[in-house]
Each structure stands twice: as structure tokens, then as C-alpha cells.
């Protein structure tokens, strides 16, 4: 079930200011203009040690196609410079093969090597060509130097592979022996479309990594809404990133950078978002930090705050029931109620998704329905992932166009 709200007023009046400054576009320029959109992304955390002379063949599933593909790298918790001297981007056939003719090197302001400084991202040059939508893009990548942390994300829900020494130009699987359940490097691919495009980009936690969804199969509930948004003929939202952490919180640092600190990297840094759907803070009220209803409303507000700042919409989602996981008391059910409550009924968000009347029991509403129920009572299953993903208003999701 959702709910909309209207954007503030005011918003009107400025775009009809921008739109008389800038001139009304023809016809003609509305239909060649083109920008880039995100059409696959991770949230990037702290990893173990990076190894030298190592070579990673990392699996995304595209969202949304487009041309000349980019992609960013990352050594946002690296403590040292980061040098990777050979980068490929290929289309996958089985495992770790790929489809032959289709493995192409990216480059970096020409060069074939980038060294990516601590704290830093590094985005390659446009790959010409036509990228479609959900395929399985595979980018191998080998740094010679790596060392100190890596920065990656660990619960990818995707089989990758890794090899010593460098093999990234090949197309076959034969030195692609290990296999890693993690993406190292590598937070976004992007691609370049039409300019009325656009992307969602789910903030949150494990339930939108994908924790208990099939590996391999691509069903956590962003996967599922992609599918969605790919079928659709009357939005132009195409693009979706998922950017859960396993374990996030809103406040506080622990899996991962808080939602709050990592929304400008994770979230507003990537190029043709539209909407932020935010589905977090079962963390928060779980872990039995002192975290009240107001502190974790307070988190809610700045993120709407900063999203909107960036000429986001923001679309809420209430947090879902946790009853019979470890951690569940009566006082965070309260807190719980408290926090859907305001999500629900507050208008603080440009419109919102009731994921708990979803997931709920309507029999016992503090417990998660059995037939969503991975068995955790925390997390849905492949069936729960797809409900939440249909219970989405794909209209919603294009607030920020009009």
C-alpha cells in the first residue's frame, strides 16, 4: 500500500524560473539530449587486506541500458594509493566465461593504468558501444600494488572470481579458479541515455542486500523492482541501484558507514538519480543502544533534508516486523510503531511504501507473515522479496520529473 504527497509549492515556481532562463528546449533537442544514469551500484565498505598481483572477474547485473558504460572505482577506506593497471569490461557466457569478442579494456584519461589515492573514487572513460539492459556484466580487474585495506562490498549475493596474477584480458574461465563472494573495487556502472531517464537508488539494510534471497538468482527485492521497472511503460525511471549494507543503521557506524554518512558517496554522488527510497532503521531499534523514536525520526529528517537539497524525492518505507528474532522486546516494538507511525502519517516524505502492512501477520501484525518468513523472522525469503517490490507505486518513483 502507498501513500503520496505533494512536493512543496515552491518547487513549481522554481523550476518555471529555470525553464524561462533557460529557454524552452525543441523538439529536436529534447530528443537528442542524453546524460549519464546509474545502472548498477553497491555500497562500498571496508574489506580485509588488499593482495598484490591479484585479479578480480566481478559479476553485476545491469538495470537499465545505455551507451558508452563507465564504471567507478573505489578506495574510499584505503589507508595507501590504490594502482590498477589493467581493466576489462566483457559480457558473461557461464561462470566465469565470457562471451567471446565481448571482453574490452577500459581506460582512464587514456591511460591504460589509474592510481586511485586513499579516500578517493576513480571513474574510466566512456566504453563505446551499446550495453542492454539486465545483462550480466562482467569487469576484471588486477592491481599490482594492492595492500592495506580494500574497500569493496562484502555480501554480494553473486558468485565472483579471483586469480594470481593478471589475467584480465582473457575470455575463458580457465585461470579463474577462485571463487569470492564479495565485489572489490568496483561500487558503480554507469551508462549514457536519454536525458528524460532516470534512477531510484534503495538506501537500507540487509533486507535490501539481499540477505536469505537465492545467490545468483538476482531476487532481492531491488532485482525484483527493476524487473519492474524495465516492463513499465509509463515511467521514466529505468535505472536502480542497490545500495544496502548488511547490518547498517541510520546513526551510528558499525556495518559499514551510518546511512547518514554514506548517503552523499553511496546515494547523491551518482549521476541521474531521482528518487532515494529509504528503508532502514530495524538496526537502530534492534540493537538496544538507547536509539528513541525522535533520534531515529531525526536521522529520517536530515536524509530527506539533504536528498531534497539535491533535488531528490525521497520515498519512505515503514520498517517491518521483527518478532521472535533475538533482539525483539516489547519496548523496541514500541519504538518500532513510533517510527512507522511518523513515516506513515507525517508528510515528511514526498510519498511512502507500507513494507510492514506487506510483511506482516495479520494475525499476530508484531510477527513476519510465515509464508515471507525466511525462517529468521527477520528477513523475507525469495517470495517475501518480491511482494516488497510489488508493493512499490512505480509512479511514485518519478516524483522529482514533475
Given at each position: 500500500?502507498?501513500?503520496?504527497?505533494?512536493?512543496?509549492?515552491?518547487?513549481?515556481?522554481?523550476?518555471?524560473?529555470?525553464?524561462?532562463?533557460?529557454?524552452?528546449?525543441?523538439?529536436?533537442?529534447?530528443?537528442?539530449?542524453?546524460?549519464?544514469?546509474?545502472?548498477?551500484?553497491?555500497?562500498?565498505?571496508?574489506?580485509?587486506?588488499?593482495?598484490?598481483?591479484?585479479?578480480?572477474?566481478?559479476?553485476?547485473?545491469?538495470?537499465?541500458?545505455?551507451?558508452?558504460?563507465?564504471?567507478?572505482?573505489?578506495?574510499?577506506?584505503?589507508?595507501?594509493?590504490?594502482?590498477?593497471?589493467?581493466?576489462?569490461?566483457?559480457?558473461?557466457?557461464?561462470?566465469?566465461?565470457?562471451?567471446?569478442?565481448?571482453?574490452?579494456?577500459?581506460?582512464?584519461?587514456?591511460?591504460?593504468?589509474?592510481?586511485?589515492?586513499?579516500?578517493?573514487?576513480?571513474?574510466?572513460?566512456?566504453?563505446?558501444?551499446?550495453?542492454?539492459?539486465?545483462?550480466?556484466?562482467?569487469?576484471?580487474?588486477?592491481?599490482?600494488?594492492?595492500?592495506?585495506?580494500?574497500?569493496?562490498?562484502?555480501?554480494?549475493?553473486?558468485?565472483?572470481?579471483?586469480?594470481?596474477?593478471?589475467?584480465?584480458?582473457?575470455?575463458?574461465?580457465?585461470?579463474?579458479?577462485?571463487?569470492?563472494?564479495?565485489?572489490?573495487?568496483?561500487?558503480?556502472?554507469?551508462?549514457?541515455?536519454?536525458?528524460?531517464?532516470?534512477?531510484?537508488?534503495?538506501?537500507?539494510?540487509?533486507?535490501?542486500?539481499?540477505?536469505?534471497?537465492?545467490?545468483?538468482?538476482?531476487?532481492?527485492?531491488?532485482?525484483?523492482?527493476?524487473?519492474?521497472?524495465?516492463?513499465?511503460?509509463?515511467?521514466?525511471?529505468?535505472?536502480?541501484?542497490?545500495?544496502?549494507?548488511?547490518?547498517?543503521?541510520?546513526?551510528?557506524?558499525?556495518?559499514?558507514?551510518?546511512?547518514?554518512?554514506?548517503?552523499?558517496?553511496?546515494?547523491?554522488?551518482?549521476?541521474?538519480?531521482?528518487?532515494?527510497?529509504?528503508?532502514?532503521?530495524?538496526?537502530?531499534?534492534?540493537?538496544?543502544?538507547?536509539?528513541?523514536?525522535?533520534?531515529?525520526?531525526?536521522?529520517?529528517?536530515?536524509?530527506?533534508?539533504?536528498?531534497?537539497?539535491?533535488?531528490?524525492?525521497?520515498?519512505?518505507?515503514?520498517?517491518?516486523?521483527?518478532?521472535?528474532?533475538?533482539?525483539?522486546?516489547p519496548a523496541a516494538e514500541a519504538v518500532r510503531q513510533e517510527v512507522n507511525a511518523f513515516i506513515?502519517?507525517?508528510?515528511?516524505?514526498?510519498?511512502?511504501?507500507?513494507?510492514?502492512?506487506?510483511?506482516?501477520?495479520?494475525?499476530?501484525?508484531?510477527?513476519?507473515?510465515?509464508?515471507?518468513?525466511?525462517?529468521?523472522?527477520?528477513?523475507?525469503?525469495?517470495?517475501?522479496?518480491?511482494?516488497?517490490?510489488?508493493?512499490?507505486?512505480?509512479?511514485?518513483?518519478?516524483?522529482?520529473?514533475?
Amino acid at each position: 500500500m502507498t501513500a503520496r504527497f505533494a512536493r512543496p509549492g515552491r518547487l513549481i515556481a522554481v523550476l518555471a524560473v529555470a525553464l524561462a532562463l533557460q529557454g524552452t528546449p525543441t523538439a529536436a533537442q529534447a530528443a537528442t539530449a542524453r546524460h549519464d544514469v546509474i545502472t548498477w551500484g553497491a555500497s562500498a565498505d571496508r574489506m580485509g587486506d588488499g593482495t598484490p598481483d591479484r585479479s578480480y572477474r566481478l559479476v553485476v547485473r545491469t538495470s537499465v541500458g545505455g551507451d558508452d558504460l563507465r564504471i567507478r572505482l573505489s578506495n574510499a577506506f584505503g589507508d595507501r594509493p590504490v594502482t590498477f593497471d589493467s581493466v576489462y569490461a566483457g559480457v558473461r557466457r557461464t561462470g566465469a566465461e565470457l562471451v567471446p569478442g565481448s571482453n574490452r579494456r577500459l581506460t582512464f584519461d587514456g591511460a591504460r593504468s589509474v592510481t586511485v589515492p586513499a579516500g578517493a573514487t576513480a571513474y574510466s572513460d566512456p566504453l563505446p558501444g551499446r550495453l542492454p539492459a539486465a545483462t550480466d556484466l562482467v569487469i576484471s580487474l588486477h592491481s599490482p600494488d594492492a595492500a592495506g585495506p580494500a574497500t569493496g562490498h562484502w555480501m554480494a549475493m553473486q558468485t565472483s572470481y579471483a586469480a594470481q596474477g593478471d589475467h584480465t584480458a582473457e575470455e575463458g574461465a580457465t585461470n579463474w579458479t577462485d571463487t569470492v563472494g564479495s565485489w572489490f573495487y568496483l561500487d558503480a556502472v554507469t551508462v549514457r541515455t536519454s536525458a528524460s531517464t532516470g534512477a531510484v537508488v534503495a538506501l537500507g539494510d540487509s533486507i535490501t542486500d539481499g540477505w536469505q534471497s537465492s545467490t545468483d538468482l538476482n531476487r532481492r527485492w531491488p532485482d525484483y523492482l527493476a524487473r519492474r521497472l524495465r516492463a513499465a511503460t509509463g515511467t521514466t525511471v529505468k535505472g536502480m541501484a542497490n545500495e544496502g549494507i548488511s547490518g547498517n543503521k541510520v546513526l551510528a557506524d558499525g556495518a559499514g558507514q551510518s546511512a547518514l554518512n554514506r548517503l552523499d558517496r553511496d546515494v547523491l554522488s551518482h549521476p541521474g538519480v531521482r528518487t532515494v527510497f529509504l528503508f532502514e532503521g530495524v538496526n537502530d531499534i534492534k540493537a538496544h543502544t538507547g536509539v528513541t523514536a525522535e533520534d531515529l525520526i531525526a536521522g529520517y529528517r536530515e536524509i530527506v533534508d539533504r536528498a531534497h537539497a539535491a533535488g531528490k524525492c525521497v520515498v519512505g518505507a515503514t520498517v517491518g516486523p521483527f518478532k521472535g528474532w533475538s533482539e525483539w522486546d516489547p519496548a523496541a516494538e514500541a519504538v518500532r510503531q513510533e517510527v512507522n507511525a511518523f513515516i506513515r502519517n507525517s508528510g515528511a516524505f514526498d510519498a511512502v511504501t507500507d513494507f510492514d502492512r506487506i510483511l506482516r501477520n495479520p494475525y499476530d501484525p508484531e510477527r513476519i507473515l510465515p509464508f515471507f518468513d525466511n525462517g529468521d523472522h527477520l528477513h523475507p525469503n525469495d517470495k517475501g522479496m518480491q511482494a516488497l517490490a510489488d508493493a512499490v507505486d512505480i509512479e511514485n518513483l518519478d516524483c522529482a520529473s514533475g
